[in-house]
């Protein structure tokens, strides 16, 4: 009966879909972190000081990937369910502007897809041609200069799997992330629990949780733009234990329609 049970709730989550931005997602889950933001008390500065936002190794990034890797930086699970997350943000394949920041030679979208404009900003060439999602690329160092070089309103989704801990100079990024979105676009951070420890910004790591995690990156937009209408946590981490699995949290702002 106790497995019976079990098993009739798996299913009913699983057929569930959490609304989160205004976008309905057949794979997020409510949790602790997907609630890291309801309800919080901000306070009336941006929290972090420069101090956290200097990685223990401040070298140059374009040095750090002057190789290319071609490793992956997430569990096979976690991967599948941001591919599953992207499949239900992105635009139709074949429409729509995409902007992946910090890219690589994969997005982690959904095989075969592909927009009419997908711009993949990244650090290696190599890496960057051989992404098949990506119409256009541009080798950019967003820590040196996080500026886009894009019109206003030029994208209908922006993405960065797996990298914003690495972001030093977050509130000029996510400044920059609102004027290049279109009205009611949606920006999408999207991290786990791996990473390069010397290369994440201190504030990442005080302390090193979920929860706290999609708090830093909330602060980013908060304290960025007053263009964001919303923001958000999906928690799309696959089935499993922590520690079986790695997590897959993405933190969604949406922009106001005008």
């Known amino acids: 009966m106790r497995l019976l049970r079990a098993s009739l709730l798996l299913v009913a989550h699983s057929a569930a879909a959490l609304r989160v931005c205004g976008v309905e997602l057949t794979n997020a889950r409510p949790s602790a972190t997907s609630r890291a933001l309801d309800g919080r008390e901000w306070p009336a500065a941006f929290p972090f000081t420069e101090s956290d936002l200097t990685p223990e190794?401040?070298?140059?990034?374009?040095l750090f990937y002057l190789l290319p890797k071609f490793v992956q930086h997430a569990g096979e699970e976690c991967r599948?369910?941001?591919?599953?997350?992207?499949?239900?943000?992105?635009?139709?394949?074949?429409?729509?502007d995409v902007l992946d920041l910090c890219s690589s030679f994969t997005s982690h979208y959904p095989k075969g897809w592909r927009g009419r404009r997908m711009v993949a900003v990244g650090l290696n060439p190599l890496?960057?041609?051989?992404?098949?999602?990506?119409?256009e690329w541009r080798v950019q160092d967003l820590n040196k200069r996080p500026e886009l070089p894009f019109d206003d309103?030029?994208?209908?989704?922006?993405t960065n799997s797996l990298s914003v801990d690495y972001m030093t100079r977050p509130l000029?990024?996510?400044?920059?992330m609102a004027r290049v979105l279109k009205p009611d676009g949606l920006a999408c951070?999207?991290?786990?629990?791996?990473?390069?420890?010397?290369?994440?910004?201190?504030?990442?790591?005080?302390p090193f949780t979920d929860a706290h995690h999609a708090y830093v990156v909330g602060s980013y937009f908060r304290y960025s733009s007053d263009a964001w209408a919303e923001v958000a946590v999906a928690d799309v981490s696959p089935e499993g234990w922590v520690g079986q699995r790695d997590p897959a949290i993405v933190v969604i702002g949406r922009k106001k329609s005008s």
Do not use: H
């Open 57 to 62: 190794w401040a070298g140059s990034d374009g």
């Open 189 to 206: 951070m999207a991290f786990t629990n791996r990473c390069f420890p010397t290369k994440i910004v201190p504030a990442w790591s005080r």
């Open 80 to 96: 599948s369910s941001l591919t599953e997350f992207y499949r239900q943000v992105l635009p139709p394949a074949g429409s729509g």
């Open 153 to 158: 309103n030029s994208f209908d989704l922006i």
């Open 172 to 176: 000029e990024l996510f400044s920059e």
């Open 127 to 135: 890496e960057l041609a051989l992404n098949p999602s990506k119409t």
